[in-house]
């Protein structure tokens, strides 16, 4: 069966500083790959999505990067966090079979 | 862009009582998705009603749509404290991507 795995859990960074956060896939292939962001009591902002190795979508300017290094992996990146950067940042890959999104356990990123 | 909005932003009721919470979008859909998160927690997918379709069962979950109006009701039955969470819609269209809403928070008091 397929799993998703999506860590740390959680993470303070000061301002400035780089961030990594990593989410990988099990069990399936090629899969399409999400990074979303929550805001607190917000709903779900699309960050970047990703159709394959290398291939990279992004759906809104901001101070952050993905990358797909390997099929089932997936890397948010920041060079230099911002205080605006916190939040509940999600990872998610789509079922093909059945249209719909499967989703990390999440990172609650806090930028102080 | 957020396109879905959940209304009420939040939902207090007591267990057994029956829940119904809604849903607007705005552009054409393949498909509406609803999803529950529970506190700190990723998303479960509940539910999905197709284009074509006006209602669909699952459970105790009732999803109806109204393309016509572009919105979508999610009904829970015989509510449990246990169905506490907050609850999203997504619509989907045709490219793999699903614009989610801000989110219903039930809070199912014992």
């Known amino acids: 069966s397929q799993t998703i795995h999506q860590w740390p859990a959680t993470l303070v960074q000061p301002v400035g500083s780089p961030l990594s956060l990593e989410c990988t896939v099990e069990?399936?292939?090629?899969?399409?790959l999400y990074w979303y962001r929550q805001a607190a009591g917000r709903g779900l902002q699309l960050l970047f999505y990703?159709?394959?190795?290398?291939?990279i979508s992004s759906e809104v300017p901001q101070n952050l990067s993905a990358s797909r290094p390997q099929d089932r992996q997936f890397i948010l990146s920041s060079k230099k966090l911002l205080l605006s950067d916190s939040g509940f940042y999600l990872c998610?890959?789509?079922?093909?079979?059945?249209?719909?999104?499967?989703f990390g356990s999440g990172t609650q990123l806090s930028v102080l | 862009s957020q396109q879905g909005e959940e209304d009420p932003q939040a939902l207090s009721i007591q267990e057994g009582e029956n829940a119904t919470m809604n849903c607007s979008y705005k552009?054409?859909?393949?498909?509406l998705q609803w999803y529950r998160q529970n506190s700190g927690r990723g998303l479960v997918h509940l539910i999905l009603?197709?284009?074509?379709?006006r209602e669909k069962h699952s459970g105790r979950l009732r999803v109806t749509l109204d393309t016509s109006k572009k919105s979508s009701s999610l009904l829970i039955t015989a509510s449990r404290a246990a169905d506490t969470a907050s609850y999203f819609c997504?619509?989907?269209?045709?490219?793999?991507?699903?614009?989610f809403g801000k989110g219903t928070l039930l809070t199912v008091n014992p």
């Open positions: 990703s159709v394959g190795i290398g291939q």
């Open positions: 998610a890959w789509w079922g093909q079979a059945n249209e719909k999104l499967f």
């Open positions: 069990g399936t292939s090629n899969p399409n």
């Open positions: 552009t054409s859909i393949n498909n």
């Open positions: 997504a619509s989907g269209g045709s490219n793999y991507k699903l614009t």
């Open positions: 009603i197709r284009s074509n379709e």
